[in-house]
């Protein structure tokens, strides 16, 4: 496994920073002259943040640990 240097905004959105080694892949730069006028700065930085959603009350449950299922009900943020 590799810790990967990412930037800080990464890191806010809880990519995690270690990678196994079959994920990672050689840096080839751009071709400029297949792919003139590509940057590497017009990459998406993140994915668009997903809503976040905050339970009211835990109805029922049952299972333990990994194993574990729950009906709540939604707090509709009101």
């Known amino acids: 496994s590799f810790r990967i240097d990412l930037p800080s905004h990464f890191i806010q959105q809880g990519v995690h920073p270690v990678f196994h080694a079959s994920l990672l892949q050689i840096h080839v730069p751009n071709d400029d002259c297949q792919f003139p006028g590509r940057l590497d700065n017009q990459l998406q930085e993140s994915p668009v943040a997903q809503p976040q959603w905050q339970i009211d009350k ?10 574990a299922i729950g009906q709540v009900r939604w707090s509709t943020g009101d």
Do not use: T
């Open 58 to 67: 835990m109805i029922s449950h049952s299972g333990s640990k990994r194993h």
